[in-house]
């Protein structure tokens, strides 16, 4: 039994960072305990539970929804019911994809800090924290997507069955990009904590230069083509739109704007991964 | 478990060595600052201060020694020798900064016990978590579920938030999951010191267990009892390097001759001495209150005043003084500190803003109340009780010589206690 096992060293080189993924893989039941922990914690001692993932989108929806016809934003002055939900649909799509940015980047930032007592302590993938707060706003993904959009999206009557796997693509996509962000917050936030102050900033700026509130369309009006491909090369507006475009037939983004978005998305995850590898190195000594 | 030249290894250390920069790291902790600093650092053309100044120190240098299958080898030294780094970098919490280190089969790490328990959570939540970060697979916590709680003796708490535990249970849980998690080369710090005694039996029991199954344990304690009683080997740890490797028993010997150098004053040099930004020690020393000048050894029926001598280099700084003392086993006897709840007498200073220049902190320790033996003094400095800004362990050591002030009856050996106070006592007839 021994001869079969060698003396393993550690720190092998790790140049693309690729090992930790293997690394992480293997132990991926410790990233469900993760998981299940801050699920458990997030609806413990609280009465409705698990009906908050669905409150907060349907009051977000609700609320730019209220905006957005007092703020004149509507083409049509004879409004009907259905055009009601499906703008309610075209909102809520980018609500709860916003949502997916918005709570993985900002849980995942503090992941290695809140847990600064344990990385000390003992030593397992790193990267399984941050990517333990990815699963969690995947789940309040998940929650709102199955129970709230198709009652949206039947009432409307502007469901498109044929082009939907565009919107599953948006949503990997949409995960492989907050995981390469959240490998660069969370290590840099281990260093400097200003990154956690700076965030929520970033944030409320990101929400409106992504198209959450608002259609794409409203770009293609204002904006020139031009634009239009750099404001699409921004990964979650690209994502919202082609996730829109997939269920309910919105415009689609230009398809120079996705190569954009799609090769940032890369180099953000790659060098994400590189960044990550290196600062494991350092992360007890200096967090 | 019987060892030969083809047992296999366990762990293979080879010329590891590790460096601190000291606080740069903590002065840097905003990005603006980093900035800032590498402006300045480009404005004046010394890149020196960006990558850290000459304050950098060698925890460990050139360590390398092998264990191998079955060993069970203490780790001994003062505080401060390298013993936790040592075992940071075995766990893969810290790089090495040179060397490599290679282990053979799982390895499990318990610096802490109960690492990542969650208080929200309940004890049967917290056994899977805790045993997931350990390293362990769900199917096997499932498996030895029943015996982790059995350990713990946590048996009808188990649905039961941790948070609402007694720090007992949470050691007795926390030690219960990492002794199950059958590693094949364990490393503990110091925690076989926690929990009531037959805990601390069983958590023995434990170990010396798993060093017959053929594991390699790496154990640190300064519990040196424990140290001869369950390892096979011990390594002696002075000043990042290893200074002794053998059988436990000549291993303790040697430490504790080292231990014997004891002064009765230290006075430090201002460039060496430890120092905050706001104060510096300059010396301690410890006499017998009616003697004017220090001695290692004083006598155990009189009074004992520690004196601590620092200056103040900032005018308005506040400053706390706290002692811990520990016996010859490392037993910890006492804390006191200068704040006015805990002190028979008034000190003027505390919580004052001082004026700069020099003070002298005096703390009486009462006549007939240590027991005859050699005690160790920590010494804490810093603005508020509690936060230290200045910690120097094992700074002093000195002997209690008994006089047989309270052997007017008893002969025999006082040997045990870690005070023998004088204490009032009276009988009466009740009936």
Not at chain 2, 94 to 100: A, E, F, L, S
């Amino acid at each position: 039994m021994d001869a079969c096992r060698e003396i393993v060293y550690f720190g092998q080189p790790d140049p693309m960072g690729l090992k930790q993924l293997k690394e992480a893989w293997n132990s991926r039941e410790l990233l469900l305990s993760f998981f299940q922990r801050d699920l458990l914690i997030r609806y413990r001692q609280v009465l409705i539970g698990v009906l908050w993932v669905l409150i907060q989108p349907t009051l977000g929806t609700l609320i730019f929804l209220l905006l957005f016809y007092f703020m004149g934003a509507n083409r049509n002055p004879h409004l009907n019911t259905r055009e009601i939900w499906h703008d309610a649909s075209v909102i809520l799509v980018g609500m709860l994809l916003w949502q997916l940015v918005n709570n993985s980047l900002r849980d995942a930032t503090g992941s290695l800090v809140n847990h600064q007592h344990v990385i000390t302590k003992i030593y397992f993938p790193r990267m399984l924290l941050p990517l333990a707060s990815l699963l969690c706003a995947l789940f309040d993904l998940a929650v709102g997507g199955i129970l709230l959009f198709p009652v949206s999206a039947w009432l409307g009557q502007s469901f498109h069955w044929a082009t939907s796997w565009a919107a599953l693509l948006a949503i990997v996509w949409l995960v492989v990009f907050c995981f390469g962000a959240i490998l660069w917050l969370s290590s840099l936030n281990a260093q400097y904590r200003d990154i956690g102050y700076v965030l929520p900033f970033v944030m409320q700026l990101g929400m409106f230069l992504s198209p959450v509130v608002y259609g794409l369309e409203r770009i293609e009006n204002s904006l020139s083509r031009f634009w239009q491909v750099i404001y699409c090369a921004n990964p979650v507006a690209s994502c919202i739109g082609l996730a829109r475009w997939g269920v309910l037939g919105s415009p689609m983004p230009p398809v120079l704007g996705l190569m954009l978005a799609a090769i940032i998305t890369f180099l953000l995850v790659a060098s994400g991964l590189v960044w990550f590898q290196r600062s494991n190195q350092w992360m007890a000594d200096r967090i | 478990m019987q060892m030969d030249e083809n047992t296999p290894l366990a762990i293979s250390v080879e010329n590891v060595s590790k460096k601190f920069r000291l606080g740069t790291f903590g002065e840097h902790h905003r990005l603006t600052e980093a900035i800032s600093d590498g402006f300045k650092a480009l404005l004046s053309g010394n890149f020196k201060t960006l990558t850290g100044d000459t304050r950098e120190f060698w925890a460990l240098e050139n360590i390398s020694f092998k264990v191998l299958k079955g060993e069970v080898v203490g780790i001994i030294g003062h505080n401060g020798a390298g013993k936790s780094t040592l075992l940071k970098i075995l766990s893969r919490i810290v790089t090495p900064t040179k060397g490599r280190i290679g282990v053979r089969g799982r390895i499990g790490s318990l610096l802490e016990v109960g690492t990542g328990f969650h208080p929200e959570l309940t004890g049967r939540e917290n056994i899977y978590l805790n045993g997931a970060i350990l390293g362990m697979k769900r199917s096997e916590i499932r498996n030895r579920f029943d015996q982790i709680v059995e350990f713990a003796e946590v048996g009808q708490f188990l649905d039961t938030p941790v948070k609402r535990y007694s720090n007992g249970m949470i050691v007795r849980l926390g030690f219960s999951v990492a002794a199950h998690m059958e590693p094949d080369v364990l490393i503990i710090d110091e925690v076989l010191s926690v929990g009531d005694q037959s805990f601390q039996d069983r958590c023995m029991g434990k170990a010396t267990e798993l060093g017959n199954q053929g594991r390699a344990i790496l154990v640190v304690s300064h519990n040196l009892a424990a140290i001869s009683n369950i390892c096979c080997r011990a390594l002696l740890m002075d000043h990042g390097s290893i200074v002794l490797d053998g059988p436990p028993k000549q291993v303790i010997e040697h430490y504790l001759k080292g231990m014997q150098v004891d002064t009765g004053k230290v006075v430090w040099e201002p460039a060496t001495a430890p120092a905050s930004s706001q104060i510096r020690l300059h010396s301690i020393g410890v006499r017998n209150v009616h003697s004017l000048t220090s001695n290692n050894q004083v006598d155990i029926d009189q009074p004992i005043a520690i004196e601590i001598e620092y200056e103040v280099l900032c005018e308005g700084a506040i400053n706390t003084v706290q002692l811990h003392l520990k016996d010859e086993n490392g037993v910890f006897v006492l804390s006191s500190a200068n704040a006015p709840s805990m002190n028979l007498a008034i000190d003027q200073t505390y919580g004052k803003p001082l004026p700069l220049g020099f003070y002298r902190a005096e703390c009486v320790l009462p006549a007939n109340f240590l027991n005859d033996s050699r005690y160790v003094l920590n010494l804490f400095l810093g603005p508020e009780i509690g936060k230290p800004t200045i910690q120097c362990h094992n700074v002093l050591a000195f002997r209690v010589l008994d006089t047989g002030a309270m052997r007017k009856e008893y002969l025999g050996s006082w040997y045990g206690p870690a005070i023998r106070p004088r204490l009032a006592w009276s009988t009466c007839s009740i009936r």
